[in-house]
């Protein structure tokens, strides 16, 4: 596994490495016992799991407030800890048994996020949460109107909400209403990747978020902006 992990993380040094490989053998034993990930093959993983998620990386600093929202098993919060582990990560999902897995893993990894369960419509309406953040990830969560609803108003004003995407120009079309209504600003930013058509969509926030958003929970999705 180290080899192919070398191979995929040409920037990840010895540590880094280490905490990649004990990442992916938790990843496939807990896997035999919920449903973390479609993706076990370890090729995979190292290139669609962890070399993707590191794709925000030069856009983050020690010492920022960022939020993973939908995390899943960790992507992309995770990868990005391993590789700054200054970050003041909160990793946020609405499925308590992958918390559960990634409280197990961050402790055998020695690394420290905030580890939160709710929906993004929910703790995006807390005082704890809102406006809050630096920056706030997400990969695989939902299409970007939905997504600018769930994402944007953790972010402070002046700050950005960054998605992980495949066609940036399809997803831009779609989301200009969306990005109005939410006092967002997109550009897309294209990923040289070996795994086809990838790209960053930041949403950078120009003023706070309207009371209003996020709606209640599954409106977004029922009812995309
Ligand atoms: N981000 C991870 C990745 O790239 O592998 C996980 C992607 S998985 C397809 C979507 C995740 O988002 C699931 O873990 C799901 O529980 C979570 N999720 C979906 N809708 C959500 C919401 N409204 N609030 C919080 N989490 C949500």
Not at 52 to 72: E, H, N, Q
Not at 93 to 105: C, H, I, N, V
Request: aromatic share 6%; hydrophobic share 45%.
């Amino acid at each position: 596994m180290r080899d192919i992990l070398k191979q995929a993380l040409p920037q990840a040094d010895e540590q880094a490495l280490e905490r990649f490989e004990i990442y992916h053998r938790l990843l496939a034993e807990w896997n035999e016992r919920m449903n973390l990930t479609a993706i076990t093959d370890p090729v995979e993983v190292a290139e669609k799991h962890f070399a993707d998620s590191l794709a925000a990386l030069p856009y983050l600093k020690a010492g920022m407030k960022v939020i993973d929202v939908g995390t899943g098993a960790g992507f992309p919060g995770v990868p990005l800890l391993i590789m700054e582990p200054g970050l003041e990560l909160t990793l946020a999902d609405s499925l308590q048994k992958r918390l559960t897995f990634l409280d197990a893993l961050l402790k055998e990894l020695g690394l420290k996020a905030a580890l939160v369960h709710g929906r993004a419509e929910d703790l995006g309406q807390n005082k704890l949460y809102r406006e809050r953040y630096d920056v706030a990830l997400s990969r695989a969560v939902a299409n970007l109107p939905v997504l600018l609803e769930l994402t944007t108003p953790f972010v402070k004003a002046g700050g950005t909400a960054i998605a992980y995407k495949g066609d940036g120009a399809e997803e831009l079309k779609n989301a200009k209403s969306a990005a109005f209504l939410l006092h967002v600003q997109l550009r897309s930013v294209e990923l040289d990747s070996p795994l086809g058509k990838r790209c960053l969509i930041f949403a950078d926030k120009t003023a706070p978020t309207p009371k209003q958003y996020p709606r209640k929970a599954g409106t977004p999705n029922k009812k995309p902006l």
